[in-house]
């Protein structure tokens, strides 16, 4: 299975900070990743697809970037309802697998 | 809208078997796949597998092809998830998600809590 590395695995921000969290896959996987975010009690949300398209309804501020190993997701200005854990997900190859997740903090 | 709601929570005996259910809404049940996952705080987030309600057809994630069985019912737009012979292992939170075949998942259920204790 391709192993999908997040990093960091925390992150304090303040509001208004432009944020970059990192996912690495251990091979190529083309533009097959997505980016979901996941608030405490709920399902994850979809924010990004195919490396770099804005999910619907997702806000601007969101963005991805990337292809075959290194991918970005980065928050251009962090808002206090961005406090969340963000995963990727790699669809190049069966099984599908997702990264640890970067827990996303205000400072 | 596009809505997957899934059962209630679960507390199965080791060695015994629970059936979780996903009912979509707001789409043509058979025009997408339903993938199911997995997500436990030693494990993360795993991808189980998924169903074509159309066609019936499945594929499972190597460690999940003796613990998952998936089925759908076309007529209720429900797909469903049973695992077996649960351990401790399986404690976890189930969620189901619909996407185009060999895509990435866009819509979730809620999820399920499973619980497995004697």
């Known amino acids: 299975d391709i192993q999908m590395t997040q990093s960091p695995s925390f992150l304090s921000a303040s509001v208004g900070d432009r944020v970059t969290l990192s996912c690495k896959a251990s091979?190529?996987?083309?533009?097959?990743l997505a980016w979901y975010q996941q608030k405490l009690g709920e399902a994850p949300k979809l924010l990004i697809y195919?490396?770099?398209s804005l999910q619907t309804g997702i806000p601007s501020r969101f963005s991805g970037s990337g292809s075959g190993t290194d991918f970005t997701l980065t928050i251009s200005s962090l808002q206090p309802e961005d406090v969340a854990t963000y995963f990727c997900?790699?669809?190049?190859?069966?099984?599908?697998?997702f990264g640890a997740g970067t827990k996303l903090e205000l400072k | 809208e596009v809505q997957l709601q899934q059962s209630g929570p679960e507390v199965g005996r080791p060695g015994s078997s629970v059936k979780i259910s996903c009912k979509a809404s707001?789409?043509?049940?058979?025009?997408?796949?339903m993938n199911w996952v997995k997500q436990s705080p030693g494990q993360g987030l795993e991808w189980i597998g998924w169903?074509?309600?159309?066609?019936?057809?499945?594929d499972y994630a190597e460690k999940f092809k003796k613990k998952a069985t998936l089925t759908a019912d076309t007529s209720s737009s429900t797909a469903y998830i049973q695992l077996s012979s649960l351990t401790s292992e399986d404690t976890a939170t189930y969620f189901c998600?619909?996407?185009?075949?060999?895509?990435?998942?866009?819509?979730w259920g809620q999820g399920v809590m499973v619980t497995v204790s004697s």
């Open positions: 998600a619909s996407s185009a075949y060999g895509g990435y998942p866009g819509y």
């Open positions: 707001g789409y043509t049940f058979t025009d997408y796949v």
């Open positions: 169903i074509d309600p159309e066609y019936g057809s499945t």
């Open positions: 091979q190529n996987i083309n533009k097959y």
């Open positions: 195919n490396a770099n």
């Open positions: 997900l790699q669809h190049n190859s069966w099984p599908g697998t």
